[in-house]
C-alpha cells in the first residue's frame, strides 16, 4: 500500500517541511492533497512518470517531486499557522490516458505552532 | 469552478439500507465519480466508482442520474463500522475535487 512519513509533525512559523510518500507498487502517478480539519481533501499536486502534471491553488511555497522509482516528496517553506493540516498522498495508475482509482497513504499530521 | 455538494450528516439504523446523495452539476459528460469513506486518523478508502450506469460492488452500489449532475451511494445493510465521513469525488479531467463529505452515524 500507500506509505508516508512522518505520521506526526510539529513545527514553527517560517520553517521548512519535507514530506514522503511510497506509492503503491505498479502505480505511476503520485497525488497530494492537504485536509484541514473538519474539511475534505483540497487538490495540491498531482505528479505522472515523474513531471507535474497537475497543480492546485497553492502558494508558491509548497512544491513537491517524483523520483524514478515513484515515491514522491512535498515540501513547504515559510510555514504558515495555516499549513497545519493533514497532508494525504494518493498514487494511481494511469493508463491509456485514463486515471484509475487512487489509493490513500494515512497520511502526514502537521502542526504550525 | 468545480463543485460538489454534500449533506453534512446523516443517520441510519443498523441493518437498514442507507442513501448518501452527493451534487456535482458541473460535471461533464467524461468526467468519473467516485465515492470514498474516511475514518479517524486514517487516509480516505476507496468504496465505488462509475461514469454514467448504475454500479455495484461488494461493499456498495453507485446510483447516478441520468444528466450525470446527482448521483447516490447505497449502503445495502448499514452496519457499525459503516460509520465513517463519506466523500463524493468527481475526477475533473486529471484532477480529483472531493466535496465537503457526509458523516455517517449508525445507531445500534
Known amino acids: 500500500g500507500v506509505t508516508q512519513s512522518p505520521t506526526h509533525l510539529i513545527k514553527t512559523r517560517g520553517q521548512q517541511v519535507t514530506l514522503r510518500c511510497s506509492s503503491q507498487s505498479g502505480h505511476n502517478t503520485v497525488s497530494w492533497y492537504q485536509q484541514a480539519l473538519g474539511q475534505g481533501p483540497q487538490f495540491i499536486f498531482q505528479y505522472y512518470e515523474k513531471e507535474e502534471r497537475g497543480r492546485g491553488n497553492v502558494p508558491d511555497r509548497f512544491s513537491a517531486r517524483q523520483f524514478p522509482n515513484y515515491s514522491s516528496e512535498l515540501n513547504v517553506n515559510a510555514l504558515l499557522l495555516g499549513d497545519s493540516a493533514l497532508y494525504l498522498c494518493a498514487s494511481s495508475l494511469e493508463d491509456w490516458g485514463r486515471q484509475e482509482t487512487q489509493y490513500f497513504g494515512p497520511g502526514t499530521r502537521l502542526l504550525v505552532l | 469552478d468545480a463543485k460538489t455538494t454534500q449533506p453534512n450528516s446523516m443517520e441510519s439504523n443498523e441493518e437498514e439500507p442507507v442513501h448518501l446523495p452527493c451534487n456535482h452539476s458541473?460535471?461533464?459528460?467524461?468526467?468519473?465519480i467516485h465515492w470514498y469513506r474516511q475514518l479517524p486518523s486514517q487516509g480516505p478508502e476507496y468504496v465505488i466508482h462509475g461514469l454514467t450506469s448504475n454500479v455495484n460492488n461488494r461493499m456498495a452500489s453507485l446510483a447516478i442520474a441520468e444528466d450525470r449532475k446527482s448521483s447516490t451511494l447505497i449502503l445495502h445493510r448499514a452496519t457499525l463500522r459503516d460509520a465513517a465521513v463519506y466523500y463524493c469525488?468527481?475526477?475533473?479531467?486529471?484532477?480529483?475535487?472531493f466535496g465537503p463529505g457526509t458523516r455517517l452515524s449508525v445507531l445500534p
Open positions: 469525488s468527481v475526477l475533473y479531467g486529471q484532477n480529483f475535487v
Open positions: 458541473t460535471i461533464s459528460g467524461t468526467d468519473y
